[in-house]
């Protein structure tokens, strides 16, 4: 039967509760006493100098406080990155200064020049009309070629070229050569991985407060982190002292990675608050996150896959260019190189991978993480590339991927990382099961009665969640560490305050977490509280991204719960009037192995904080633990794909009728939640390869500022999502962490793009069209060009 507690019970997010009633505490729902509002007057240019800027007539504006700019942050430090990528000449990256207000010159549509501080937002925005701007403009870089061509306009007039980095990793690439050397067969295809906007529910805020009476600064904002925001604006960007700074996340409203990063608008309201003693509020406008929030992926590819006469894999290559936008985001530079090309091996056995990515400065914004952040860009080129060779060999894409297997663990691939464990043979077996592929042909052939193109797309992939160790990470150039943190709080009458560093911004852990301590325990649920997303309270922990929180965080509740099970015993072992290493914990009640005698959990925790029952020479009072887990090495969860679709030949139009995903997560604390990860993972991904694109115009103009040009999925364009977790066939837990757990929250995102465009190709191949490929989004408009040709 299905457990109803504890790990592994699909348990209802509690949660929700107040979230369906309205009752979340949102970033925008905090208002301070008298607080002013501002507003971001910002570039609508995408590159040009500031000539100059006349603030008098709009200072002197009715409710206007103060109008800063530029000038205002000389000697305040710019905006940090968080990762220093050192070349494939042993040369480190280039790194901008990337100011909190634009200083000399504009870089992207969007980018901030003077904001306008004001009795209320509407006083603001107005004043912000009156300001006079004298911006000469310039030559913009969209293109990323064209960037790296010699002679074409420098984003950075300080560095040499638009060129970040140019970075290689993997196998030798002499090796790699004479593998395609002597190759039977050698497939190349070009492709983009389209630039995203993560869009989340909540936009971002920001709230500033100053408290002069003992010199603290505190900041609301919509984060995934806050302990990481606090780190780079205190040290970083404004010099205030970590003990003079709070930062509180409070509930978020979905982030996607595009909230990781630290924002010029969170340290602009912590300045503007400090300057004017007095609270300062932004909230973002769905339009200003178009051009503000950092977009994700934009990677232009080029990928060859090498086969032995066999048709074994022998040597993958890739040449990518990915775009930095107009700045260093704050993990920026380690998406397209460490978190992606360490996973061009996949799930197969290729002896040669090798990598190249070159970074290009842009006149465009910043691009960063964004839900999978470099791994869905690495399964896609090596997806799609698989399933070309399988055309041109003529041969079933099921069998090649079958036939190249890793198989046996652990597994060492030649771009460093160690998978630990996996069955990519099981999840592919349910994949089959799951979609029916015995019956395909006579859907094919419904399809076709309606004057339908119906296409299959198969996919496996696997992703590494949980980044780590730090001590290996920071020798690759991370300047933060990885790990998390966690305090255990007992209270004296046995209810529990776990403080995490981990943050919630739709995860559930306010569920999944109190499922880990109450198995652990042997207490109900109810019993215990989370407590997240303020850093005067939690412990430092490095937030939520990644697909880190159970992995990560969730040991360092394991660790920190095992300190309280050791102590509460030597309690219960006094009360008992017996041997510590005597004591059982089960139920919620304490016991002497052998005996009838025991004492209820309560009882010992009372014990704890009125302590006349022990000696306090050998037991200090109260009842709390704290433990911080840095991994030893990343999660691997993987997972087999499959989808049909139907495309109509006279318009385009692609809809997808069935979509089905096999996925191995190790061992799974709440089914119903990682179901509803991946549900949302899927969307996302069908929304990517159908649907989304950021587009800008040769000026660096955005064509795609609203949703009335991005086009977001909604529910019918998508399926009833067929999703298989739970199952001992399937699942491999992972070897190095206390729970064998492994991340969730992006595999839907990594693993549906190349499974609906590799449906979409076989469509239309099927229809005895002649397309080899088709870049994301498949528009109608894409298909229906792809069709005539």
């Known amino acids: 039967m299905p457990k109803d507690h504890g790990i592994g019970a699909s348990q209802k997010r509690r949660e929700d509760v107040r979230f369906l009633t309205g009752a979340g505490q949102y970033t925008d729902d905090i208002n301070v006493y008298n607080q002013a509002y501002v507003y971001f007057l910002r570039s609508d240019v995408a590159h040009g100098k500031i000539n100059s800027i006349n603030t008098e007539a709009a200072a002197g504006m009715p409710g206007v406080v103060r109008i800063f700019t530029g000038a205002d942050f000389e000697g305040v430090g710019g905006l940090p990155c968080g990762w220093q990528v050192t070349d494939k000449h042993g040369e480190v990256m280039k790194e901008p200064p990337h100011p909190v207000l634009a200083q000399g010159k504009v870089r992207h549509v969007g980018d901030p020049i003077a904001a306008v501080v004001a009795d209320t937002l509407e006083e603001a925005r107005t004043a912000a009309e009156a300001i006079e701007l004298d911006i000469e403009e310039l030559p913009a870089v969209v293109n990323m070629a064209a960037a790296l061509e010699s002679g074409s306009a420098k984003v950075h007039d300080e560095l040499s070229d638009n060129l970040c980095y140019d970075w290689q990793f993997g196998s030798d690439p002499a090796e790699t050569q004479a593998a395609f050397d002597s190759a039977a067969h050698v497939t190349t295809l070009e492709l983009t991985n389209n630039r995203l906007v993560a869009n ?98 934009d990677h232009v590819t080029t990928i060859e896959l090498a086969l032995d006469a066999d048709n074994n894999f022998t040597a993958v290559r890739t040449n990518t260019m990915a775009n930095m936008g107009a700045y260093l985001s704050t993990f920026s530079s380690s998406v397209p190189t460490w978190l992606h090309g360490t996973l061009m091996a996949g799930n197969y056995k290729t002896p040669h991978v090798l990598v190249n990515v070159k970074a290009v400065f842009t006149n465009t914004v910043p691009v960063d993480a964004y839900r999978g952040a470099g791994r869905p860009e690495a399964t896609y080129q090596l997806e799609r590339i698989i399933d070309k060779a399988a055309r041109e060999l003529g041969v079933d894409p099921i069998a090649l991927r079958r036939q190249n297997f890793i198989t046996e663990f652990p597994y060492q691939t030649p771009v460093a990382v160690v998978y630990d464990t996996g069955d ?47 001590n290996l990470v920071g020798q690759l150039g991370a300047r933060a560490g990885l790990y998390d943190a966690a305090t255990v709080r007992v209270n004296a009458t046995g209810t529990i ?45 490095m937030g939520t991204y990644g697909s880190r929180s159970i992995a990560v965080c969730g040991s360092a ?62 037991i200090e009072p109260g009842l709390e633990e704290t433990a911080f887990y840095d991994p030893s090495n990343f999660t691997y969860p993987a997972g087999a794909y499959a989808c049909e679709v139907e495309v109509d030949p006279e318009t385009g139009l692609v809809t997808i009728e069935k979509f089905v995903s096999a996925d191995d997560f190790g061992n799974v604390i709440n089914p119903m939640i990682v179901e509803g990860q991946v549900h949302g993972g899927i969307a996302q991904g069908i929304g990517q390869a159908l649907l989304e694109n950021c587009a800008y115009d040769e000026n660096g103009q955005l064509l795609s500022a609203s949703y009335m040009d991005y086009a977001m999925p909604r529910a019918d364009n998508l399926p009833m999502l067929d999703s298989y977790l739970v199952d001992h066939s399937c699942q491999t837990p992972c070897t190095h962490n206390p729970l064998g757990v492994k991340g969730c929250g992006e595999a839907g995102a990594i693993g549906s793009p190349p499974t609906v465009v590799n449906a979409v190709i076989d469509a239309l191949q099927s229809g005895g069209h002649k397309v080899e490929h088709i870049d994301m989004p498949v528009s109608p408009g894409r298909v229906w060009a792809a069709i005539t040709g």
């Open 424 to 470: 990519y043979v099981a999840t592919m077996d349910k994949m089959e099961e799951l979609m029916d592929l015995g019956n395909f042909e006579s859907r094919r052939k419904e399809s076709e009665a309606k004057g339908k193109l119906r296409g299959l797309g198969v996919n496996c992939f696997i992703e590494a969640c949980g980044i780590a160790p730090s």
């Open 200 to 297: 989340p529910m909540e936009p971002r805020v920001a709230v500033g407060e100053y408290n002069r009476a003992n010199d603290e600064s505190t900041l609301y904002t919509t984060s995934q982190n806050p302990h990481v925001i606090r780190l780079l604006m205190g040290a970083f960007v404004l010099g205030i002292p970590e003990h003079k700074l709070r930062v509180v996340a409070p509930d978020v409203g979905g982030g996607f990675g595009t909230k990781i990063f630290h924002y010029a608008e969170e340290a602009f309201v912590t300045f503007a608050s400090r300057q004017l003693n007095r609270a300062v509020k932004w909230t973002s406008s769905r339009s200003e996150a178009f051009m503000s929030d950092a977009h994700g992926r």
């Open 557 to 618: 509740m394991v660790r920190a719960t095992e300190k309280i099970i050791n102590k509460a015993k030597k309690i219960a072992a006094h009360l008992l009037e017996a041997a510590e290493a005597d004591i059982e914990l089960k139920d919620g009640q304490f016991s002497v192995a052998g005996t009838d005698k025991s004492v209820a959990w309560g009882d010992v925790t009372l014990a704890a904080y009125v302590p006349h029952n022990y000696p306090l020479e050998d």
């Open 497 to 541: 305050s776990v403080l995490v560093g981990a943050h919630s911004h739709g995860q559930g852990h306010e569920t999944a977490f109190p499922q880990v301590v109450a198995e652990m325990l042997g207490i109900d649920e109810s019993m215990i509280d989370i407590v997240h997303g303020d850093s005067a309270k939690i412990p430092f922990g």
